[in-house]
């Protein structure tokens, strides 16, 4: 009777280390992938330091003011001055009516400041481009890590299916056990 009760305890024992061994392996694989994540995150919000040359850093400048309303207003007016002046001044106008040194003027701005910010959208383009990839990498990750985890409650549930079967054949054991003992005292 003792040697039952001991076994009865050893085998409990060894039921709630394992189930605590499970737990451990859980906790170490769950706090494993946080701190991976916590470096990805990192590296996406801060990347490394870019270098940009002096005709990149002109480009944006040009392109950010060739896209405000401050140039547009801006030109707006300096057009709308060169034709009041060159129309009021007439006979002794710099650029008399047909206006063709505006037209000049205005062909030599376009010709250079479409290649300008055409530079600066390239270089974004190159910075989206990098930041999808990123972002594709991000969510490969996630969706691998979900397979994971799902992989790892699939295989905690299966081992915590088999330990209760387990103990539900030595419940099963215990109470045959029991009820003999039950049918021996009422037959004695």
């Not at 974004?124 to 790892?152: G, M, P, S, T």
């Not at 549930?157 to 005292?185: A, P, W």
Request: aromatic residues 8%; hydrophobic residues 45%.
């Amino acid at each position: 009777m003792k040697n039952n009760t001991r076994f009865q305890h050893q085998y409990l024992e060894k039921i709630l280390a394992t189930e605590d061994g499970h737990l451990k392996k859980l906790h170490r694989l769950v706090a494993d992938a946080m701190q991976e994540q916590e470096l990805i995150s990192e590296n996406l919000l801060h990347p490394p330091g870019e270098t940009f040359s002096r005709g990149q850093l002109v480009a944006d400048k040009v392109a950010s003011f060739g896209g405000s309303w401050t140039f547009i207003i801006s030109f707006g007016v300096v057009l709308f001055c060169w034709i009041v002046m060159n129309v009021i001044m007439a006979a002794k106008a710099f650029d008399p009516y047909p206006f063709i040194l505006l037209n000049l003027v205005l062909s030599c701005i376009a010709a250079i400041q479409a290649p300008v910010i055409m530079m600066s959208q390239n270089r974004k383009e190159e910075k989206d481009r990098k930041r999808a990839e990123n972002d594709y990498l991000v969510n490969l990750k996630a969706e691998i890590e979900v397979r994971n985890l799902h992989q790892k409650l699939n295989l905690l549930m299966e081992e915590q299916f088999d330990n209760l079967l387990e103990i539900q054949r030595y419940q099963v054991e215990l109470l045959e056990e029991i009820s003999g003992r039950k049918k021996s005292k009422g037959k004695a």
